[in-house]
């Protein structure tokens, strides 16, 4: 049973988020709830603010995603967090947007299918470890609470052959590492405060390069 107390996704509309998009993603929500009693989706210490810390927090990069865009990749998707979120949301804009999501691990892939099924979403599960793949090509890349900022630099510059965005997430320690990251690389970025964290910022990149 659908939780009746959806206003809490109420910050998500100044993003153009509908509220059609909030009963499925709060049915996304418990699903996961009630496999991570199974299997290790989420840290159990967050379940009772898994709206905010996970749901919200995930669907809040929408903004800063080309809508015009065709293909959005999640390099290490886990429990489809942000990757699941935003093809719901996606769906919901009735935008055709190809989601691929990464995740080596044979669970969280079958989870992944799983809900992709359900909620009939655009997306495509890969259970492969994404550092062993090349010659890869997405329009946007997307990580959250996968690898810190210099790895994933690396890793996309490395094993995508094509690419036009960028997005992460970046903690309470995320100034500095910006700022010694570009000791080594050239790119563009713009700079979003979290709606769910007053330390922790996302960043948008393009056109980067090594210096």
């Known amino acids: 049973m659908i939780d009746s107390n959806i206003l809490n996704y109420n910050c998500l509309e100044p993003l153009n988020v509908s509220r059609e998009t909030f009963p499925e993603l709060e049915e996304f929500r418990q ?6 009693r199974s299997i290790n989706l989420i840290s159990k210490t967050t379940e009772k603010i898994s709206k905010e810390r996970h749901i919200i927090d995930s669907a809040q990069i929408i903004e800063l995603i080309d809508l015009n865009k065709s293909v959005c990749t999640d390099i290490g998707s ?12 996606m769906k919901h804009k009735n935008l055709d947007m190809k989601f691929k999501l990464y995740e080596k691990s044979y669970h969280k892939s079958n989870f992944l299918k799983e809900v992709s099924n359900k909620f009939n979403l655009n ?18 890349i997307v990580a959250r609470a996968f690898k810190p900022l210099p790895v994933i630099l690396d890793l996309v510059h490395s094993n995508f052959k094509y690419f036009k965005e960028v ?5 309470k320690n995320g100034k500095g590492i910006l700022q010694r990251v570009l000791k080594e690389w050239s790119f563009e970025y713009d700079e979003k405060k979290s709606i769910t964290n007053s330390e922790s910022t996302i960043l948008k990149i393009t056109n980067l390069e090594k210096i």
């Not at 699903?31 to 991570?36: G, R, S």
């Not at 997306?123 to 946007?140: A, H, M």
């Open 78 to 89: 886990g429990s489809g967090l942000p990757g699941i979120v935003l093809a719901i949301i």
């Open 123 to 140: 997306v495509e599960v890969f259970q492969k470890d994404i550092f062993e793949e090349r010659n890869l090509s997405s329009d946007i």
């Open 31 to 36: 699903i996961i709830i009630k496999k991570n």
């Open 167 to 171: 997005i992460l997430f970046l903690g």
